[in-house]
């Protein structure tokens, strides 16, 4: 069952808190990420402290329903492995490593394999899978991490991606374009390139990062 149960439930927060949904800050692609990745989040009111990256695959950094980094990003992507080395980068997808879809943990296996980075696997998909991604960080204390907003996610997707930034307390970095051309992209991300602006537009903005974890 491929339903995305966490994502319906959360769809009711979205409609009560609006900005649930919305990115701290917005690039094009996977490319256009500042380096240093501190950058991303420069002039912003809050400090800014971020010591792990989460990444979404799918349209993020990889074409979906395939392991293999985008070509045009693997240079990126290699400087990001470099400055977040170790258990500081996480693979969290709907995908790989969700365990009502990747059952027997395969396609997390090919992804950690083809990429070097690990591969959360969760049993609550994105957005509600804050409590595993802390879980992980909680057993790599090494990375630092002691509040999550010393985190930043990044992923194509407003009600998943950024969402799962704002309910965590973290920073959210939405790629717009992503991957895939805009023709082949599905409804629902359709919808959200206009969404954001619509939103905006009325005033509304991403939550400040907040609450340490206990």
């Known amino acids: 069952m491929n339903l995305n149960l966490s994502g319906t439930i959360n769809v009711f927060k979205l409609l009560a808190k609006p900005s649930l949904c919305l990115p701290h800050a917005t690039v094009s692609t996977f490319n256009e990420i500042p380096s240093p990745f501190k950058k991303v989040f420069e002039g912003h009111r809050e400090k800014v402290d971020i010591r792990a990256v989460v990444l979404d695959k799918d ?7 395939t392991n293999e ?70 057993a790599h204390p090494e990375v630092g991490v002691t509040n999550p907003s010393q985190i930043a996610i990044v992923g194509d997707r407003l009600m998943t991606d950024m969402m799962l930034a704002n309910m965590m307390g973290s920073w959210g970095l939405w790629i717009k374009d992503g991957v895939k051309p805009l023709n082949e992209k599905s409804v629902f991300s359709k919808l959200e390139q206009r969404l954001k602006p619509f939103l905006t537009k009325r ?8 609450s340490p974890f206990e």
Not at 59 to 65: E, Q, R, S, V
Not at 70 to 80: K, M, N
Not at 120 to 126: C, D, E, S, T
């Open 203 to 210: 005033g509304y903005r991403a939550f400040d990062p907040r």
């Open 59 to 65: 349209d993020c950094f990889a074409y979906p329903n």
């Open 69 to 138: 980094i985008y070509p045009a990003y693997v240079e990126r992507f290699q400087l990001l492995k470099k400055e977040f080395p170790g258990h500081r980068l996480l693979i969290v997808s709907n995908t790989a490593g969700a365990t009502t879809y990747d059952r027997d943990g395969n396609l997390a296996n090919g992804l950690q394999e083809a990429t070097g980075i690990s591969v959360l696997a969760h049993g609550v998909k994105k957005p509600g899978c804050g409590d595993e991604i802390m879980a992980h960080f909680k």
